[in-house]
């Protein structure tokens, strides 16, 4: 049982990336799941979360209108559309379905 998040990187301010969350050893279908991020000296914080049905929800207010999750269950796949990246969006970002937390991404935003 696994989820694997890639798609991180290096980005300028203003910049999209689309991060991936692959499941494996479950059916992604099963569950509501979401993004979660973590900056160095700073506390876990939820991104988004999306339920088995589709219906989407930001944790963080500081994403709304930028980040825009999804998911095709078909591919056991989970997505994060990140656009206008700002510095303070740099973290690790990983993905759980509140059993599984997978291995993250690290996404760096510098000019």
């Known amino acids: 049982v696994q989820l694997q998040a890639s798609g991180g990187g290096l980005a300028q301010p203003g910049d999209s990336l689309r991060l991936s969350c692959v499941a494996s050893g479950f059916t992604l279908a099963d569950y509501a799941i979401g993004w979660f991020r973590q900056a160095p000296g700073k506390e876990r914080e939820g991104v988004s979360c999306?339920?088995?049905?589709?219906?989407?929800?930001d944790l963080s207010d500081s994403v709304k209108g930028r980040f825009t999750i999804s998911r095709d269950d078909s591919k056991n796949t989970l997505y994060l559309e990140m656009n206008s990246l700002k510095p303070e969006d740099t973290a690790v970002y990983y993905c759980s379905n509140g059993d599984v937390r997978g291995r993250g991404t690290q996404v760096t935003v510098s000019s």
């Open positions: 999306i339920s088995t049905s589709g219906a989407m929800m």
